[in-house]
């Protein structure tokens, strides 16, 4: 039975371009769909968050504002219900032994933007599990969070890498556009990470030895079953 921590945001709010503040959290889809698919497989998942706060739900994730429908928001709230035990008591990043797992998980919505891409407890674990080739799996905007993983020269970690993100159209598209604090797929590109996109809203995985990312909430179950896929090849 595979070990996954799952590495979720604690942020509830973000700063935009303009200076505004404006609620976020985790995307409902992306940790339902992915937790869901893991469970299913057998997978023995556990939750993390900087300083083990709980973390909040992206309210335009459960809504049809967010492009959400009715129906997928009620599935979706369910199975969260299902598991607000495990989400309401988090392990701390901090506290986090790489030994204890097969793969590090971490879904989007626009929060780990705030956090997660600096977490210094989040790039130690990053830099351990690339150097030690344990799976790193990261989904949609959750693909910011592995800007925190910088080398001793400072360089990223991750340079050179084919993954995937949530795309700048996206975010034009339907997301924050021109007020988002940054664009996940161009910071990355700066970097030096080799960002390969579907089209807009596509179901998009891609693997790259040990590094799983997915595109955008669609992709949530597909990157999920790739992390499978990986941890049993």
């Known amino acids: ?18 200076g505004s503040s404006h609620p976020t959290g985790y995307w409902a889809e992306e940790v339902a ?9 057998g ?4 939750v993390a968050t900087p300083g083990g706060v709980m973390p909040t739900v992206d309210a335009l ?25 495990q989400l309401g008591t988090p392990l701390p ?20 933007m705030v956090d997660l891409a600096g977490d210094s407890d989040l790039g130690r674990l990053l830099n351990d599990a690339n150097a030690r080739g344990r799976l790193v799996a990261a989904l949609c905007h959750g693909v910011a969070a592995l ?26 598209q339907g997301g924050l556009g021109d007020n988002t604090p940054y664009f996940v797929e ?20 891609v693997t790259d030895g040990n590094l799983v990312t997915g595109q955008n909430p669609q992709s949530s179950t597909s990157t999920a079953q790739a992390v499978l896929k990986a941890l049993a090849g």
Do not use: C, N
């Open 33 to 41: 769909a992915s937790h869901e698919a893991l469970i299913a497989a």
């Open 147 to 172: 800007l925190s993983a910088s080398q001793l020269d400072g360089s990223f970690a991750f340079a050179g890498r084919a993954l995937t993100s949530f795309t700048d159209e996206e975010e034009r």
């Open 1 to 18: 039975m595979p070990k996954i921590l799952m590495i979720l945001s604690g942020a509830d709010s973000m700063t935009l371009a303009d």
């Open 186 to 205: 161009s910071r990355l590109r700066e970097q030096g990470a080799d960002v390969r996109t579907g089209a807009p809203w596509s179901d998009t995985v």
């Open 93 to 112: 990043l901090a506290e986090v032994r790489l030994d204890e797992y097969d793969a590090l998980y971490i879904p989007g919505g626009h929060a780990p």
């Open 61 to 85: 994730s459960l809504d049809e504002r967010g492009g959400v429908s009715a129906e997928d928001a009620r599935r979706f709230r369910a199975y969260l219900d299902g598991i607000a035990d």
């Open 43 to 46: 997978a023995d998942v556990a």
